[in-house]
C-alpha cells in the first residue's frame, strides 16, 4: 500500500471486496475512509473511496424508489398470491409449512423469519402461492423491507391474519390501513384450506374427453368465467369449432346439459368439449 494505509484499513478493504450488497460495501467503504491515513500521499486514495460512496449511495437510493424490489424477490406465479401477515410469535411459518411445501423455520423466540418466505398450496390440484412476510411492527413503513414488503402484500389476493391478542389485532388494522385486499383470521382451526379457496375468487373447472375419466389438473379460471375462457386456456381452436360443451355440475340445470360458449361455469364444473 503505497500510502501506508495499516492493517486495519486492509482488512476494510477485504471486507469491501467481500460485501454481496450494495448496503455492506457502504459501511466498508464509510469504514476505509475512517481508517485511510489523512495525510498529503493519500489525498488521491481518499477522494476515490469518497467516489465510491457517493456512487453507492446514489445506487441505494435509487433502488429504494423502485420500491425496492430487487430486495424481496417474490414473483407472481400460480392461480392465486396469498400473504400471510401478523405480529411476531403468531404461527406464521408455523402454518406456512402446514399448507404448503416451505420449510420456514419455527422458534419461540420473536423475529424468526427475517426475509419473505414462500411455498405452494396445492388445492386440488390448484397451486397457490403462499408467501410468509416477517412479522408486522410499529411503523411497519420505515422498516428496512416495509416499503416492498406492502407492495407485495397490495399485489397480493388475499390477506390472512395471525396476532396473539387483540392489542396485536388493532397493531395490524393499523398498519394495513390503506390496503384493500380482502382479509381473513386463522384461528387454528382444521381445513383452513377451504376457508382460504372460498375467499378467493376463483373457481376450478375439470375438462373431460367423451368417454373418459375427468382430465387432472383442474384449471382455475376467475369467478363469473364462461365456457369461452376456458376454451382460451386449454385449446383455442374449441374457441372456433365448438359444437357445444357437455356440462355437469353446479352450474348445469340438469345433468349432462349441452350448452355454448357464453355458458357461466361454477366451482369443480367438468366440461366436456364437442367440436363441429
Ligand atoms: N400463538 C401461536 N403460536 C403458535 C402457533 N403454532 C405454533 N406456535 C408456537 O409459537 C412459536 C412461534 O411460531 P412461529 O410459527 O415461528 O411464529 P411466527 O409468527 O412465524 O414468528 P416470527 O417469524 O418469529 O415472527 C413457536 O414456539 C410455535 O411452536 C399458533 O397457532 N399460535
Ligand atoms: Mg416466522
Same mark, same amino acid.
Given at each position: 500500500?503505497?500510502v501506508n494505509?495499516?492493517?486495519?484499513?486492509?482488512k476494510?478493504?477485504? *471486507?469491501?471486496? %467481500?460485501?454481496?450488497?450494495p448496503? *455492506?460495501? $457502504?459501511i466498508?467503504?464509510q469504514?476505509?475512509?475512517? $481508517?485511510?491515513?489523512?495525510?498529503?500521499?493519500? %489525498?488521491?486514495l481518499?477522494?476515490?473511496?469518497?467516489?465510491?460512496?457517493?456512487?453507492i449511495?446514489?445506487?441505494?437510493?435509487?433502488?429504494?424508489? &423502485?420500491?425496492?424490489?430487487?430486495?424481496?424477490?417474490i414473483?407472481? /406465479?400460480?392461480?392465486?398470491l396469498i400473504?400471510?401477515?401478523g405480529?411476531?410469535?403468531?404461527g &406464521?411459518?408455523?402454518?406456512?409449512?402446514?399448507?404448503t #411445501?416451505?420449510?420456514?423455520?419455527v422458534?419461540?423466540y420473536?423475529?424468526?423469519?427475517?426475509?419473505?418466505i414462500?411455498?405452494?398450496?396445492?388445492?386440488? =390440484?390448484?397451486k397457490?402461492?403462499?408467501?410468509?412476510?416477517?412479522?408486522?411492527?410499529e411503523?411497519f413503513?420505515?422498516? %428496512?423491507?416495509?416499503?416492498?414488503?406492502?407492495?407485495?402484500?397490495? #399485489?397480493?389476493?388475499?390477506?390472512?391474519?395471525?396476532?396473539?391478542?387483540?392489542?396485536?389485532k388493532?397493531?395490524?388494522?393499523? *398498519?394495513?390501513? #390503506?390496503?384493500?385486499?380482502?382479509?381473513i383470521?386463522y384461528?387454528?382451526?382444521e381445513?383452513? /384450506? *377451504? &376457508?382460504?379457496?372460498?375467499? $378467493?375468487?376463483?373457481?376450478?373447472?375439470?375438462?373431460?374427453?367423451?368417454?373418459? /375419466?375427468k382430465?387432472?389438473?383442474?384449471?382455475?379460471l376467475?369467478k363469473g368465467?364462461?365456457i369461452e375462457d376456458?376454451?382460451?386456456?386449454v385449446?383455442?381452436?374449441?374457441?372456433?369449432?365448438?359444437?357445444?360443451?357437455?356440462?355437469? =355440475?353446479?352450474?348445469?340445470?340438469?345433468?349432462?346439459?349441452?350448452?355454448g360458449?357464453k355458458?357461466?361455469?361454477?366451482?369443480?364444473d367438468?366440461?366436456?368439449?364437442?367440436?363441429?
Amino acid at each position: 500500500m503505497p500510502v501506508n494505509a495499516g492493517i486495519e484499513y486492509g482488512k476494510a478493504e477485504e *471486507e469491501y471486496l %467481500e460485501a454481496n450488497t450494495p448496503e *455492506e460495501k $457502504l459501511i466498508a467503504l464509510q469504514k476505509m475512509l475512517s $481508517l485511510c491515513p489523512k495525510h498529503k500521499g493519500s %489525498e488521491k486514495l481518499q477522494k476515490e473511496i469518497k467516489e465510491k460512496i457517493k456512487k453507492i449511495k446514489e445506487s441505494i437510493k435509487k433502488a429504494v424508489k &423502485k420500491g425496492g424490489f430487487q430486495k424481496v424477490a417474490i414473483k407472481k /406465479e400460480g392461480a392465486a398470491l396469498i400473504v400471510i401477515v401478523g405480529t411476531t410469535n403468531s404461527g &406464521k411459518s408455523t402454518l406456512l409449512n402446514k399448507l404448503t #411445501n416451505a420449510n420456514a423455520r419455527v422458534a419461540d423466540y420473536p423475529f424468526t423469519t427475517k426475509e419473505p418466505i414462500q411455498g405452494v398450496l396445492d388445492y386440488k =390440484g390448484i397451486k397457490l402461492q403462499m408467501v410468509e412476510i416477517p412479522a408486522i411492527v410499529e411503523d411497519f413503513r420505515e422498516t %428496512e423491507l416495509g416499503p416492498s414488503l406492502l407492495n407485495l402484500i397490495r #399485489n397480493s389476493d388475499l390477506i390472512i391474519l395471525t396476532f396473539n391478542t387483540p392489542e396485536e389485532k388493532k397493531l395490524l388494522d393499523k *398498519e394495513l390501513a #390503506n390496503i384493500n385486499i380482502r382479509r381473513i383470521i386463522y384461528n387454528n382451526e382444521e381445513h383452513f /384450506e *377451504e &376457508k382460504i379457496w372460498s375467499s $378467493l375468487s376463483i373457481i376450478k373447472v375439470c375438462t373431460k374427453q367423451p368417454g373418459k /375419466e375427468k382430465d387432472y389438473p383442474p384449471v382455475a379460471l376467475k369467478k363469473g368465467s364462461a365456457i369461452e375462457d376456458l376454451t382460451l386456456v386449454v385449446h383455442k381452436d374449441f374457441t372456433k369449432n365448438l359444437k357445444y360443451a357437455v356440462v355437469n =355440475g353446479k352450474s348445469a340445470k340438469f345433468s349432462g346439459q349441452r350448452v355454448g360458449l357464453k355458458h357461466r361455469l361454477e366451482d369443480d364444473d367438468v366440461v366436456e368439449f364437442h367440436t363441429k
